[in-house]
Nanobody, 127 residues
Framework: EVQLQASGGGLVQAGGSLRLSCAAS????????IGWFRQAPGKEREGVSC????????YYIDSVKGRFTISSDNAKNTVYLQMNSLKPEDTAVYYC????????????????????WGQGTLVTVSS
């Protein structure tokens, strides 16, 4: 059974940092792409970043480039999202998701690209 467990959210002041973790089980990490999404109150869920389990290639939306870093520890089947220079607009519930793929598709930001989802972890950035 594929399971994803997101953790690491919390309350932080603007300019601060948090590291989210997504622990995966039930599948071979190398064969999957793992994405991070977020959903702010009243807004659609949006893709934030994605990493390929096979070659480690990474992708980001423009609004987080230079501030967020996605990484993986394949031995631990865990993906991390290091978030620095956080802004109030980063406040959202963050989710990790997985899809079996040998490479990250150009449509990685779309929710319907992913087959498995973890529960969310809340990130609140105060001004």
């Amino acid at each position: 059974e594929v399971q994803l467990q997101a953790s690491g959210g919390g309350l932080v002041q603007a300019g601060g940092s948090l590291r989210l973790s997504c622990a995966a089980s039930g599948f071979t990490f190398d064969d999957y792409a793992i994405g991070w999404f977020r959903q702010a109150p009243g807004k659609e869920r949006e893709g934030v970043s994605c990493i390929s389990g096979s070659d480690g290639s990474t992708y980001y939306i423009d609004s987080v480039k230079g501030r967020f870093t996605i990484s993986s520890d394949n031995a631990k089947n865990t993906v991390y999202l290091q978030m620095n220079s956080l802004k109030p607009e980063d406040t959202a519930v963050y989710y990790c998701a997985a899809v079996e793929a040998s490479y990250v598709r150009p449509t990685w930001e779309r929710r319907d690209e992913y087959d498995y989802w973890g529960q969310g972890t809340l990130v609140t950035v105060s001004s």
